[in-house]
């Protein structure tokens, strides 16, 4: 009878602000998936740059006949005692762990790989087109970079030494900013979701006035009093993260998944780390709602 009351106390409190209780599910769902979506650019990120721990920090790119740096038009392409003679200065250095030389071929088919979502862009590059290079890991790729660039770039035979790093630095800074924007605009709207629960369930408290006031009277315990008004807070956050977890299933499956197909590396994020994040919107979503809800009736019901 008790478990009756309240789902119908439920019910009512539900339907009769429904304009607020449909707001406050789409201001719910609206942060959620968006915490989420920070949350799944976070791991993506973290996941990328794990991926490229211990790859290569430093490549140089040897003369080919197609090369159009000055050095290369002067002296032609790389000979092999040259690639011999680069390798040795390398090889000695001390704040280099190790050496590896890559030739043309190996480049291209390398690229053909790597680029297989794209055959359109594939077909349009030749074997010629990608020089060899020799990829280099430093012991210390912060102190070391310089010294190592400058022990070659002048040497016969080479085209330009690239620091890897620099590059997907920019490309990380990006990514932090659209994750960092997207963790904002979610954070404001939770505070915009716990000021309308609080009023959802101020209004709702208010309406039914009169009900908690006989239920006082005839000795009802504050947390049988409160328990309707928790559990519409509750339900209206659980509405909310349902819609929240199907959009961010679509943005893993439409968004994040489609983004692989323009890298040149596979570390895209797996069911676990969606279910994760989808459980964690929950929890925050549950506690958002649960806690506000609660705050707000031991201020207005204590009158």
């Known amino acids: 009878m008790r478990a009756q009351f309240v789902f119908q106390e439920i019910w009512i409190g539900l339907r009769r602000n429904l304009t607020m209780t449909i707001a406050l599910v789409v201001v719910v769902a609206i942060s959620l998936s968006l915490l989420g979506t920070g949350l799944l650019f976070i791991k993506q990120v973290d996941s990328t740059r794990t991926y490229w721990q211990g790859k290569v920090e430093v490549s140089i790119y040897l003369c080919t006949s197609e090369s159009v740096s000055v050095q290369c038009k002067q002296n032609g392409a790389s000979t092999a005692a040259q690639r011999q003679q680069i390798q040795q200065t390398l090889s000695s250095n001390s704040a280099v762990a190790s050496v590896t030389y890559e030739s043309q071929a190996q480049a291209y088919q390398r690229f053909k790989q790597e680029f297989s979502n794209s055959p359109s862009f594939v077909s349009t590059v030749q074997q010629g087109d990608i020089p ?111 819609i929240a977890a199907g959009l961010l299933i679509a943005v893993k499956a439409l968004w994040l998944d489609n983004l692989q197909q323009y890298f040149t590396f596979n570390v895209g994020l797996s069911a676990g780390d969606l279910i994760e994040v989808v459980v964690l919107a929950m929890c925050v979503g549950v506690v958002l709602c649960g806690a506000t809800s609660f705050l707000t009736l031991r201020r207005y019901l204590r009158i």
């Open 132 to 242: 060899d290079s020799f990829q280099v890991k430093l012991k210390n790729p912060q102190a070391d970079y310089g010294s190592v660039a400058a022990s070659v770039t002048s040497k016969p035979g080479v085209d330009s030494v690239i620091d890897d790093r620099s590059i997907l630095d920019k490309f990380y800074k990006l990514l932090d900013g659209a994750r960092n924007a997207v963790v904002i605009i979610a954070l404001v709207l939770l505070i915009a979701a716990t000021l309308l629960v609080a009023n959802t369930i101020r209004l709702s408290a208010f309406n039914r006035r009169r009900e908690t006031g006989i239920m006082r009277l005839v000795g009802a315990s504050n947390f049988y009093i409160q328990l309707p008004f928790l559990l519409e807070g509750v339900i209206a956050g659980l509405i909310g993260w349902a």
